[in-house]
């Protein structure tokens, strides 16, 4: 209860600004499916690779390439899951705790997502390169019926970005490349919940927030090259992102009435940095192998604020995390290339701060791919991934009004159970 006035003096404002959910591919509403030839190994040497699709990971990618070089790739995500209730109950000011109701159960609540990447690089002298990245990193659509126990946390939340990487690349010496980039990025985000009214008896109100805008960060980074091995290591900074839009409450009946408005007004959150190391070994002329760790500083999610006039801030509690991943790639052909990984990516999210907005979990990834060379300028690209996902708590405590005579606390309690997703990719590479 101590953390109802900390929360919001507004009605029900969502208590996650972006979340992925369960579909993510990586930890909370981040997701990492920039190339298809990565996804074949569970990104477990991206950070060491050369190409303009490493260019996400790494911009130090396409230094000493000749001529230019292009990719592009389409990722299909089908996740599934179920959002459980397990004894949520709602307090009206004045009224014994009761039961939340609506539907208990949400089956796959997270829609089916197309996530497209692509880049393109070209050498402007033998040590010197320039490319540009296109990729949607932060982007997902989640549904739940207004009849649904999670409604007065969540019904509907959309979230588009689209990230402009221009890049700079330098061979330094021979074995040693750096590269530096800018990151131009354009977020808009819808999402919504419903609001109980002081009866039982009447329909719930409703809450939708709305915002877009462009802000920007930055990525550097370095190989070292050596004969057979390459080991890298990149920094990928924040986005402080501020988004101009407005709340729009309807449906409130009675005393709260009032609150009944649109409001213009500016959301302000920051997205985490991302440290990643990695190594490529060509262990044989035919077989590499690739390991990737990669440091998130999720802790920069610390809150969403609610800019002029509501002022107000919404803590996440967001922890930093690791990802770890090991892969191989094996040429069994001079035109087929097979590739397999595993990833383990722990969750930001913790029992107490979680809710059904973003019902994350720790989880594993398995991967495999492959390339076939169909011609000496042009390679195709696949693979598949299968992730698996802990069972985890929804128990985020939250109220609607808080702060006020209304409000109205609603004790979560509640289970992701059987979380899983299937991505499918599909790209290709050209070198011109």
């Known amino acids: 209860m101590r953390n109802f006035r900390k929360i919001s003096s507004l009605a029900v404002m969502p208590v996650a600004f972006f979340a992925y959910s369960s579909a993510a591919h990586a930890s909370a509403f981040y997701l990492q499916e920039q190339s298809v030839k990565g996804a074949g190994r569970a990104f ?13 990971w790494n911009p130090a990618s396409i230094a000493d390439q ?11 995500i089908l996740p599934k899951g179920n959002v459980v209730n397990q004894g949520t109950v709602i307090v009206r000011p004045g009224q014994a705790p009761r039961a939340v109701g609506g539907d208990a159960r949400s089956a796959n609540p ?74 131009a990025e354009y977020s808009d985000a819808q999402l919504s919940n419903a609001l109980p009214n002081l009866s039982p008896l009447l329909a719930d109100g409703h809450q939708e927030l709305k915002g877009n805008g462009w802000d920007f960060g930055y990525t550097v980074g ?21 988004l101009k839009g407005s709340v729009t409450t309807t449906g409130l009946l009675g005393p709260l009435a009032a609150q009944n408005s649109r409001i213009a007004t500016d959301a302000r959150f920051s997205t985490p940095w991302q440290v990643t190391f990695g190594a490529r070994a060509a262990v044989s002329p035919k077989v590499t192998l690739n390991a990737q760790a990669v440091r998130s500083g999720w802790s920069e999610f610390d809150a969403i604020r609610i800019g002029a006039p ?13 990802s770890y991943a090991g892969g191989v790639d094996v040429a069994v052909a001079p035109q087929l290339t097979l590739r397999a990984g595993v990833q383990h990516d722990d969750s930001p999210t913790s029992d107490g701060d979680r809710d059904a907005r973003v019902p994350d979990a720790d989880r594993w990834n398995f991967a495999t791919g492959a390339s076939i060379a169909v ?38 309690n509640g289970e992701l159970q059987k979380a899983s997703a299937v991505v499918l990719s599909l790209g290709g590479r050209l070198r011109f």
């Open 375 to 412: 011609t000496k300028a042009f390679t195709l690209d696949t693979a598949v991934s299968y992730i698996m996902f802990k069972n985890a708590k929804i128990d985020r405590l939250t109220a609607a009004y808080a702060g006020t005579a209304a409000q109205t606390p609603i004790l979560v």
């Open 66 to 76: 000749q001529g230019c070089a292009g990719s592009l790739g389409v990722s299909g």
């Open 310 to 322: 509501l002022n107000v801030a919404i803590p996440e509690g967001y922890h930093d995390t690791w």
């Open 222 to 242: 370095a190989q070292f090259r050596t004969g057979p091995i390459t080991l890298a290591a990149s920094y990928k900074s924040k986005i402080e992102h501020n």
């Open 44 to 56: 477990s040497g991206e950070v060491a690779d050369q190409g303009p699709e490493s260019l996400w």
């Open 110 to 183: 997270i829609r089916n997502g197309v996530l497209p990447s692509g880049a393109i690089s070209c050498a402007i002298t033998p040590r010197l390169s320039i490319g540009l990245a296109a990729t949607s990193p932060f982007s997902f659509t989640t549904d739940y019926p207004l009849t649904s126990w999670v409604r007065y946390t969540a019904d509907r939340t959309k979230l588009r970005t689209y990230d402009l990487q221009p890049s700079v690349a330098f061979m330094v010496t021979p074995q040693i490349a750096i590269g530096a980039a800018l990151n």
